[in-house]
Structures are given as structure tokens and as C-alpha cells.
Nanobody, 130 residues
Framework: QVQLVESGGGLVQPGGSLRLSCVAS????????IGWFRQAPGKEREGVSC????????YYADSVKGRFTSSRDNAKNTVYLQMNSLKPEDTAVYYC???????????????????????WGKGALVTVSS
């Protein structure tokens, strides 16, 4: 059974850092793209980042480029999202997801806010506030 579980969310002051983890079970994640997405209250879901299953290349939304970094630990079957220089507008529930069909590229998943992703975690709340 495919499962994705996020952790690491919490409350952080503006300018601070958090690292989210996405632990996969039921499949080997290094064969698949893993995307991070977020949804703020009252707003639509948006793509944050994606790490490719083929070569580990990454793609980021312009809003987080230079501040967020996605990485993968194959031994732990885990993908991370390191978030630095956090801003209040980063406040959202963050989800990791994967596409078991290899339908699209990482840039597509981020630009299309997760269209094509068929397995999702339940999310981790990140609150950036003083």
C-alpha cells in the first residue's frame, strides 16, 4: 500500500527555518518524482517544488526559489524540504505527493499545482508568524 507521511511542520518566526520530511512506504521513492505543494487558508493549492526520480534534479516555484531546497535520502525512502528565510506568506498546509504513472515532468507538476499526482500525504501545517 502506497503511503506518504509528512512531518516537521510547526510555528516559526519570520526569517526562521523548518525542514519538512516526507516518508514513503509501499514503493521505492527514488524511482518517482516527489512534489511538494501547499495550500493556504482560502487559497488554491500551489506547487512548491519537485525532485525528479530519474536523476534527482529539482524544480522550484519562483516564490520559493533560493529559499527552499528539496533533497532525497534513498536509504530512508524520504524526501526533505528545507525551508529557509520563511515569510508569513509561506504559511500553509504542505503536502508531498507522487505520480505512479510517470505522466509528467517535475516542472509540469509544480506549474500545474499537482495535476497528475495520484498519491498524497495528509499534510503538515507550517505557520510563520511573530
Amino acid at each position: 500500500q502506497v503511503q506518504l507521511v509528512e512531518s516537521g511542520g510547526g510555528l516559526v518566526q519570520p526569517g526562521g527555518s523548518l525542514r519538512l520530511s516526507c516518508v514513503a512506504s509501499g514503493f521505492t521513492l527514488n524511482f518517482y518524482a516527489i512534489g511538494w505543494f501547499r495550500q493556504a487558508p482560502g487559497k488554491e493549492r500551489e506547487g512548491v517544488s519537485c525532485i525528479s526520480g530519474s536523476d534527482g534534479s529539482t524544480y522550484y516555484a519562483d516564490s520559493v526559489k533560493g529559499r527552499f531546497t528539496s533533497s532525497r535520502d534513498n536509504a530512508k525512502n524520504t524526501v526533505y524540504l528545507q525551508m529557509n528565510s520563511l515569510k508569513p506568506e509561506d504559511t500553509a498546509v504542505y503536502y508531498c505527493a507522487t505520480d505512479s504513472q510517470w505522466a509528467y515532468s517535475c516542472s509540469d507538476y509544480v506549474r500545474e499545482a499537482g495535476h497528475g499526482m495520484d498519491y498524497w500525504g495528509k499534510g503538515a501545517l507550517v505557520t510563520v508568524s511573530s
